[in-house]
C-alpha cells in the first residue's frame, strides 16, 4: 500500500469563483450563485391547506387525502419540493375522517340506544 507521500497530485489552477480581489487586475470575484430549488408542489399544500379545514367542514379532508395522493405521485415524478406537505395531507386527511366516522358511530349509538331500550320496555299508564 503506497503511502500518502508516495502519492502524486498534480498542482490544480485555482477556478474562476475562488479568484480574489487583486490591486493589479483590479476585477472582482464573481459572487456566490444561488443553489436552484425545486418550486413546492401546489397540489401538496392545497391538499394540506383541506385536510385541516377538515376538523371544520368534514367533507373537505376527501379532496385533502385525494390531491395528497396525487401531489405524491407528482412529487415523484418531477422532483418537486413538498413531499412531506403531502404526507401531511394524508396523514391528516386520513385522521379526520376516521375521528368523523368514529364520531358518526358514537352519535349513532347514542340517539339510537334510548329508543331501542324504550321500545322493548312495557309500560302502562293506567
Do not use: C, W
Request: glycine share 8%.
Amino acid at each position: 500500500m503506497a503511502k500518502n507521500s508516495d502519492v502524486y497530485f498534480p498542482p490544480t489552477e485555482p477556478t474562476r469563483s475562488s479568484k480574489s480581489v487583486t490591486a493589479k487586475s483590479g476585477t472582482a470575484s464573481q459572487p456566490p450563485v444561488a443553489a436552484p430549488y425545486a418550486p413546492t408542489n401546489v397540489m401538496a399544500l392545497i391538499g394540506f391547506i383541506l385536510s385541516v379545514s377538515g376538523f371544520f367542514l368534514f367533507i373537505s379532508a376527501i379532496p385533502g387525502v385525494v390531491l395528497g395522493h396525487i401531489a405524491l405521485k407528482q412529487i415523484r415524478d418531477t422532483g418537486e419540493a413538498g413531499r412531506g406537505m403531502a404526507i401531511a395531507a394524508l396523514a391528516v386527511g386520513y385522521s379526520v375522517i376516521a375521528l368523523g366516522i368514529l364520531t358518526l358511530f358514537v352519535v349513532i349509538a347514542v340517539i339510537l340506544v334510548p329508543f331501542i331500550v324504550l321500545g322493548t320496555a312495557s309500560f302502562s299508564y293506567f
